[in-house]
């Protein structure tokens, strides 16, 4: 079975940093895009940044361009969204994500696989 568990949420003050972590198993790693979502109650889960199953190419959305950086370890089946400069609007539930597959990383749309979530909390 897939499994997507993140870990790494928690509590910061707005300018401070956070960085996730999300182990997969259950898939081959290093063949799929990755990715991270976030979702605050009430709206529609949002797309943050994908990376391609290599690590070489990633996508960034412009409300977190600049401070969020995505990255992965293939050795370590490891995705990794490090947070900088937080704001108050960063607070969310962040889910680390699956497409399962090597191309179309940047369509959100097409992920399928999903861990339960870390909570962020920026203040």
């Known amino acids: 079975d897939v499994q997507l568990v993140e870990s790494g949420g928690g509590s910061a003050q707005a300018g401070g940093s956070l960085r996730l972590s999300c182990v997969a198993s259950g898939f081959d790693f290093s063949r799929s895009c990755m990715a991270w979502f976030r979702q605050v109650p009430g709206k529609q889960r949002e797309g943050v940044a994908a990376i391609s199953s290599a690590g070489g190419t990633t996508y960034t959305e412009l409300s977190v361009k600049g401070r969020f950086t995505i990255s992965r370890d293939n050795s370590r089946n490891t995705l990794y969204l490090q947070m900088n400069s937080l704001e108050p609007e960063d607070t969310a539930m962040y889910y680390c994500?699956?497409?399962?597959?090597?191309?179309?990383?940047?369509?959100?749309?097409?992920?399928?696989?999903w861990g339960r979530g870390t909570q962020v909390t920026v203040s």
């Open positions: 994500a699956a497409n399962g597959d090597w191309s179309r990383c940047p369509y959100y749309a097409e992920y399928r696989y």
